[in-house]
């Protein structure tokens, strides 16, 4: 029979209540990207038009425009109109084809490929040391408390700094060749100075610190590994000033305690990548 979002576009051409969804799909996971938002700017709108007009052909993306005139629904869009039955099911399918697209999209930033490596050789530290906490964005050592951490970022830096020679940085030719095409790969970061580094963050925070955060923190040691760097932690640190003052009068974020939502449409379809794929196996 299909879904009543199927009847709405097909049949009265009518993209109402499927922009809606689009744009609360948008909204809920795109300030989880800074690198994006500082790449391509926009707001929820533009970024909600751009999903439902999506040409696949535009790989990589280069810009929200498009060409209302010519623009055609998103192949993915329709795929979904077309395959699920009921209205719940597009609602939850639609939810995580924008976020998959928000990840991709983060995947092929520079910072989000550094968080990525992160965030890989914390879950495969041989020695387990380090928790991620379900469906956010916190880590902490298993050693150390279940909480979000109240160590700020400039208290955290001297321990991140300590580490700014103690790593093997990529040169800058190295860099500048992958970034012109003149190799595929980029370059590495050894595994055991970086989880060295985030092993002493997380012990001095002693407690649950965003991926965003430990990023940051690695990035400054070396800001040339991460173009733009300064100006996606300008928005990072806009959105967490935002997040804050959404506090209640307990001083606790409402949602759960890692800064989630109390239901999240996402659940089943989580934006965990393959990181294999992600890193080009190199990593």
């Known amino acids: 029979m299909g879904s009543s979002y199927s009847e709405d576009v097909f049949g009265k051409r009518n993209l ?28 929820e709108d533009a970024w909600a038009m751009k999903f439902i007009y999506r040409d696949p052909a535009e790989e990589p993306m ?32 639609l939810a995580g084809e924008v976020a998959h697209w928000l990840a991709d999209l983060f995947d092929q930033t520079e910072f989000g490929r550094t968080r990525r490596v992160l965030e890989h050789d914390m879950e495969t530290d041989e020695a387990g040391r380090f928790v991620n906490a379900k469906s956010s964005s916190l880590w902490r050592l298993r050693e150390c408390p279940d909480v979000r951490s109240n160590a700020t970022e400039d208290l955290l830096w001297p321990v991140a700094g300590r580490h700014q020679h103690r790593i093997t940085w990529p040169t800058d030719q190295a860099l500048a060749d992958f970034r012109e095409g003149r190799r595929i790969r980029r370059p590495k970061y050894p595994r055991k100075q970086v989880t060295a580094m985030l092993y002493d963050v997380l012990k001095a925070a ?33 959105l967490e000033r935002m997040a804050a003052a959404n506090a209640d009068h307990n001083g606790t974020v409402r949602g759960n305690p890692y800064g989630g939502d109390e239901y999240d449409l996402y659940d089943d379809y989580n934006d965990e990548l393959n990181h294999a794929d992600a890193f080009g196996g190199e990593w």
């Open 62 to 93: 280069e810009s929200l425009a498009y060409d209302a005139g010519s623009a055609r629904l998103n192949p993915d869009l329709i795929r979904l109109l077309q395959a699920c039955e009921t209205d719940d099911e597009f609602e939850r399918c």
């Open 206 to 238: 002693n407690g649950a610190v965003e991926a965003n955060m430990l990023t940051r923190l690695f990035v400054a040691c070396h800001p040339a590994i991460v173009e733009d760097f300064a100006a996606i932690v300008q928005v990072d640190i806009d």
């Open 16 to 43: 109402a209540r499927v922009y809606g969804l689009v744009v609360a799909a948008v909204a809920q996971r795109l300030t989880r990207y800074p690198a994006i938002m500082a790449k391509f700017g926009g707001d």
